[in-house]
């Protein structure tokens, strides 16, 4: 196994991180900053566009709401992937992907990063207490807090760690819909839940399909070595469900015609992209299809957002006629 004193320190691969000073680059690199925009979070700006659907928010309000969404979504990410590579700091020092990560390859030590995290930790803690109330805050801070610190730990004693993930990645989503809608609606909450957690299921599967070589080497559980030669069938039937509880979800929050077409019928297809041009036996073609998820959660938000745009549109003129 490559000590933290002995690993070569590798050059930062991404243009962005290039104009950072070297000293802050490790830092930047940790919390995965050079990938933009997360698609891990994407619920929490679906779960505020379909409640801003629900109540007619106004569109100053929405932008207000989506700020908010946008930074939580950084903190949580960014935490979350500080403690996930603290704990997964020797694991990843034996994966060819990860050995060259801050932690691993000894550019941070322990000590420091452990101090970053509780820096995070405080600054997320301070958000959302200023920034939500009641519910909406009890749930943001359990995301926050001890939810991502077991989905490492897991690794070492299940084959399902991805389940406890999408877990975690998803629970934003009720978050921003109790934040702007003020009441739980259980249906909706839980069908919304099991298709962003079939759709994580999906690409993290797809994602530890890149090691598993190095995993089993190192004794890590993924269910993408669990699911063996069914690992197609099975990532077949998770998009299957996701897409399924997307539509539920739509009926059930009365969305109309765009939402149905953009973001229903375009992750069908986008899906059957996937499945026709992955190469799970290509480390890099899971890589790519991984990424490409970011643009399939976009496409679900895009449809959620031109639902309410037009959904508002309409409305106003009844309004001003009243």
């Not at 629970?171 to 839940?193: C, D, E, H, Q, R």
């Not at 090691?211 to 030669?229: E, Q």
């Not at 997307?246 to 986008?270: D, I, K, R």
């Not at 899906?271 to 990424?291: A, G, I, Y």
Request: charged content about 10%; overall charge positive; hydrophobic content about 50%.
């Amino acid at each position: 196994m490559p000590s933290q004193t002995t690993a070569k320190k590798p050059t930062p691969t991404s243009t962005a991180l290039g104009f950072v000073p070297e000293g802050f680059r490790p830092y930047l690199e940790l919390i995965r900053v050079e990938k933009v925009f997360p698609l891990s979070w994407l619920c929490l700006p679906w779960g505020l566009t379909m409640a801003a659907y629900t109540v007619g928010l106004p569109p100053n309000a929405y932008f207000t709401q989506l700020a908010k969404a946008l930074a939580s979504a950084f903190l949580l990410r960014s935490s979350g992937c500080t403690i996930n590579d603290i704990f997964d700091r020797n694991l990843d020092a034996g994966v060819q992907r990860s050995k060259t990560r801050p932690l691993p390859s000894g550019r941070i030590s322990v000590l420091a990063a452990t101090l970053y995290l509780f820096m995070q930790y405080a600054l997320g803690v301070a958000f959302f207490y200023y920034t939500e109330r009641g519910l909406a805050l009890r749930v943001a801070l359990f995301q926050l807090l001890p939810l991502p610190a077991v989905y490492p730990l897991l690794k070492h004693v299940t084959y399902w760690p991805q389940a406890w993930l999408a877990l975690v990645m998803n629970l934003g989503f009720v978050t921003a819909w109790i934040s702007v809608k003020g009441t739980v609606n259980y249906p909706l909450l839980m069908v919304a839940l099991t298709s962003g957690w079939c759709w994580t299921m999906l690409y993290d599967t797809i994602y530890a399909c890149q090691d598993i070589r190095d995993d089993v080497k190192m004794g890590v559980h993924s269910t993408a070595i669990l699911f063996g030669s069914w690992i197609r069938p099975v990532l077949i039937m998770l998009g299957i469900a996701f897409v399924s509880m997307l539509a539920v979800a739509g009926v059930l929050n009365g969305q109309s015609m765009p939402y149905f077409l953009v973001s229903v019928g375009g992750t069908v297809l986008h899906l059957v992209w996937q499945v026709r041009t992955v190469d799970l036996q290509n480390p890099e073609s899971c890589r790519k299809n991984f990424n490409s998820n970011g643009k399939l959660g976009l496409i679900v938000w895009g449809g959620l957002m031109l639902d309410y745009v037009l959904s508002h549109h309409h409305s106003a003129p009844r309004r001003a006629a009243a």
